[in-house]
């Protein structure tokens, strides 16, 4: 019995390499044939290999293919309410690295070089959403990184390295497709340091980060850790060449109108202001937003000089609030409205719960973001009880939506 099982192992082999089944650790059986489990591994290899470079010569930048400058504004414009200036500025500048990268080596003695943007605007005038919303069309890798957990090198908190990670990981760990591939940082501002004059103490998350980030925005070969993190010395890096890499940078900059009010010799509020500076629009200083209002604040002007193209976004007023609220694409009622409806259920809104909503979060001082906690408070309830429920239909009205925001204490969501 035993040689008979001993015999069967010996004639069944794999159909690619020969070797019988006591040679392989074990073979998988199909209808006219087997594979062991070092071809199927090579195989899967292959395989790997094929769709990388099927990928690769899919992902080939044709400049007749690329999306023009408006193409890519129209396409923000579905998703993002207003924001004219820096909208053309972002697609400006994303055209302009795709051109780059077609640039043909060696065949001219112009090098084009690369133009990093800086954009400066108020919390929830929506620099963020921007870099999500172009993060869908483009034909190279994108990832967006938030400053605040850089620190530098030994302490605690992550290396300016690895901002470059989710580059990679973005990339598939493709080096050659994260070195031509965008990074959006966020919170740009929190590294700043604290006033304008050379910091005379340690500062881990400031004046250092800057200074590390030198390297990243001019173009340089970066040691970068494959898992993030803190680089330790038994650790392998992956050597990245930032010189064909597009930076752009966003952060609110809280309280940089007084220096851009400073030297416009104006004041934010108040009677006093001369004459002459009559024509200076006060509710948006943030237009007249100048290198040196940066260094005022806290950037170094090595940092600043490696951002040259410098944006702005404007505050939100009502009427871009209520926009916001219904028109793009992904709309925060459209969301709701979805929602209800894969429970079979219509969700309507009355028209004056709209303007209700607006005028809270005004109110309260939420910008954008506050709208949707202030819809979610709103709906709770129903979200809470129409599942359990067999009703179609549900209308939200004005004396519903008072009602739940008086039950809720909304002050909470108030913005310090």
Same mark, same amino acid.
């Given at each position: 019995?035993?040689?008979?099982?001993?015999?069967?192992?010996?004639?069944?082999?794999?159909?690619?390499?020969?070797?019988?089944?006591?040679?392989?650790?074990?073979?998988?059986?199909?209808?006219?044939?087997?594979?062991?489990?070092?071809?199927?591994?090579?195989?899967?290899?292959?395989?790997?290999?094929?769709?990388?470079?099927?990928?690769?010569?899919?992902?080939?930048?044709?400049?007749?293919?690329?999306?023009?400058?408006?193409?890519?504004?129209?396409?923000l414009d579905q998703?993002?309410?207003?924001?004219? %200036?820096?909208?053309?500025?972002?697609?400006?500048? +994303?055209?302009?690295?795709?051109?780059?990268?077609?640039?043909?080596?060696?065949?001219?003695?112009?090098?084009?070089?690369?133009?990093?943007?800086?954009?400066?605007?108020?919390?929830?005038?929506?620099?963020?959403?921007?870099? $999500?919303?172009?993060?869908?069309?483009?034909?190279?890798?994108?990832?967006?990184?938030?400053?605040?957990?850089?620190?530098?090198?030994?302490?605690?908190?992550?290396?300016?390295?690895?901002?470059?990670?989710?580059?990679?990981?973005?990339? @598939?760990?493709?080096?050659?497709?994260?070195?031509?591939?965008?990074?959006?940082i966020d919170e740009? %501002?929190?590294?700043? &340091?604290?006033? %304008? /004059?050379? !910091?005379?103490?340690?500062?881990?998350?400031?004046?250092? +980060?800057?200074?590390?980030?030198?390297?990243?925005?001019?173009?340089?070969?970066? /040691?970068?850790?494959?898992?993030?993190?803190?680089?330790?010395?038994?650790?392998?890096?992956?050597?990245?060449?930032?010189?064909?890499?597009?930076?752009?940078?966003g952060g609110a900059?809280?309280?940089?109108? $007084?220096?851009?009010?400073?030297?416009?010799?104006?004041?934010?509020?108040?009677?006093?202001?001369?004459?002459?500076?009559?024509?200076? %629009?006060?509710?948006?200083?943030?237009?007249?937003?100048? *290198?040196?209002?940066?260094?005022?604040?806290?950037?170094?002007?090595?940092?600043?000089? $490696?951002?040259?193209?410098?944006?702005?976004?404007?505050?939100? @007023? &009502?009427?871009?609030?209520?926009?916001?609220?219904?028109?793009?694409?992904?709309?925060?009622?459209?969301?709701?409205?979805?929602?209800?409806?894969?429970?079979?259920?219509?969700?309507?809104?009355?028209?004056?719960?709209?303007?209700?909503? +607006?005028?809270?979060?005004?109110?309260?001082?939420?910008?954008?973001?506050?709208?949707?906690?202030?819809?979610?408070?709103?709906?709770?309830?129903?979200?809470?009880?129409? *599942? !359990?429920?067999?009703?179609?239909?549900?209308?939200?009205?004005?004396?519903?939506?008072?009602?739940?925001?008086?039950?809720?204490?909304?002050? &909470?969501?108030?913005?310090?």
């Open positions: 019995m035993e040689e008979n099982n001993k015999s069967s192992r010996t004639k069944r082999r794999c159909s690619f390499c020969g070797r019988s089944e006591s040679e392989v650790g074990f073979l998988i059986t199909g209808i006219n044939g087997c594979i062991c489990d070092s071809c199927a591994e090579q195989a899967h290899e292959i395989v790997q290999e094929a769709l990388n470079q099927k990928k690769k010569a899919a992902g080939e930048l044709n400049l007749n293919e690329l999306p023009k400058p408006k193409e890519i504004k129209s396409f998703y993002v309410i207003g924001q004219d %200036d820096a909208k053309r500025y972002l697609s400006v500048a +994303v055209y302009n690295h795709y051109k780059r990268l077609l640039q043909p080596k060696g065949e001219s003695d112009v090098e084009i070089e690369k133009s990093n943007i800086i954009m400066v605007g108020s919390t929830g005038t929506g620099k963020t959403l921007l870099a $999500r919303t172009i993060a869908k069309l483009l034909h190279v890798p994108f990832t967006i990184v938030d400053a605040t957990v850089l620190t530098e090198a030994g302490y605690v908190g992550e290396d300016i390295e690895s901002i470059l990670t989710r580059l990679l990981q973005v990339a @598939d760990y493709n080096v050659a497709e994260a070195e031509r591939g965008i990074v959006f740009i %501002d929190k590294i700043a &340091r604290k006033g %304008d /004059n050379p !910091s005379i103490t340690r500062d881990v998350s400031g004046e250092g +980060v800057q200074q590390g980030l030198l390297k990243l925005l001019e173009g340089s070969v970066v /040691n970068v850790p494959p898992q993030g993190g803190r680089k330790h010395p038994d650790q392998k890096m992956i050597p990245v060449d930032t010189k064909n890499i597009l930076f752009i940078c900059f809280d309280g940089i109108e $007084r220096k851009i009010a400073q030297r416009l010799n104006t004041n934010v509020v108040g009677y006093n202001a001369a004459k002459e500076q009559v024509k200076i %629009d006060r509710s948006n200083l943030m237009q007249y937003i100048a *290198p040196q209002d940066l260094k005022a604040f806290g950037l170094i002007p090595e940092i600043i000089g $490696r951002l040259p193209v410098l944006t702005y976004l404007n505050p939100l @007023d &009502r009427n871009a609030l209520r926009s916001i609220l219904t028109e793009p694409k992904n709309s925060i009622i459209k969301q709701y409205v979805k929602l209800f409806e894969m429970d079979g259920v219509k969700l309507e809104f009355q028209p004056e719960v709209f303007d209700y909503i +607006v005028d809270k979060a005004i109110e309260y001082k939420l910008g954008a973001r506050g709208l949707r906690s202030i819809v979610e408070t709103i709906i709770t309830d129903t979200m809470f009880e129409i *599942p !359990s429920q067999d009703v179609k239909h549900f209308v939200v009205t004005l004396d519903y939506a008072k009602a739940q925001i008086g039950k809720a204490n909304l002050s &909470r969501l108030q913005m310090a």
